[in-house]
């Protein structure tokens, strides 16, 4: 696990969509957390803006939770949790 300096939250996978445009990194996070074979948690680093509101749609219509979003200048990170941890912890 990776524990960010800056989040305090630990995470298992990083995925850097940095200097990809829509659809791109949204295509590329759901894939990422799709294919999590021991399902945890995703940092997801994009510069893409209107990754920003794509990913709030996407958590909110898959079940898996954001943890935790913050900018730092033009880069925007989003620790997300796969669904499945969310129904272990239950």
């Known amino acids: 696990m990776i524990k960010s300096e800056i989040s305090n939250i ?15 990194p949204m295509l590329l996070t759901k894939q990422r957390i799709s294919n ?5 948690t995703l940092l997801v680093i994009a510069t893409d803006p209107s990754f920003i509101v794509d990913c709030r749609v996407f958590v909110r219509q898959t079940g898996h939770i954001l943890l935790q979003s ?18 272990e912890g239950m």
């Open 10 to 24: 630990s995470y298992d996978f990083v995925l850097d969509a940095c200097g990809l445009r829509c659809p791109r």
């Open 36 to 40: 999590m074979t021991n399902p945890g």
């Open 70 to 87: 913050w900018q730092e200048g033009e880069k925007y990170f989003f620790v997300l949790q796969h669904k499945s941890e969310r129904l």
